[in-house]
């Protein structure tokens, strides 16, 4: 009976991790087929969340400059209690789901409950640049998120050339 208990509760919970795309983990790289830009949308109930990457490719040492837009593009407000200061964040990963570079590591927020608002017809804009530094050359997968909508991941690939 013991046996059968812990075979549901496993089969629940791959069955959560599928639903929610969390067991899916970044999508694997390919080459960028701009090596100035590359982008990616994503929508959900009215909200548009973006990924661009400027450039695509750079060399070793390069910088990636990251702009995520929320854009609400239903026609009523859309508000997202967070649980700190943290609106947003970058994770770069590795072919093979390594995660390499992540632009909150270190960074600390507010902590405290904070409500936003997306009015209809509003954005929301975040940059940031990833200087890659000695990350090894190859194919890496970026994702942004607005940390009010987590699950709502558009990724980018982009490259580190050999130099």
Partial sequence: MRS???IVIFTVLVAALAV???AAGPPEPSKPSNKQLSSAVEKVNGIS???RSEPAVTNPGGTFS???VIRNLSGKA??????NGQLYDF????KGGGEVWRWSQGVMFTQALNPVTL??????VYKVAWNTGSTAPGLYTIQGYFTGLPDVRPAVSVEITGG
């Fill in 4 to 6: 059968t208990k812990v």
């Fill in 20 to 22: 929610c795309g969390c």
């Fill in 49 to 51: 969340v973006s990924l």
């Fill in 66 to 68: 990251l702009t995520l």
């Fill in 78 to 83: 859309a508000t997202y209690d967070l649980k």
């Fill in 91 to 94: 994770i770069a990963f590795q």
């Fill in 119 to 124: 009015e209809p017809g509003a954005s929301e």
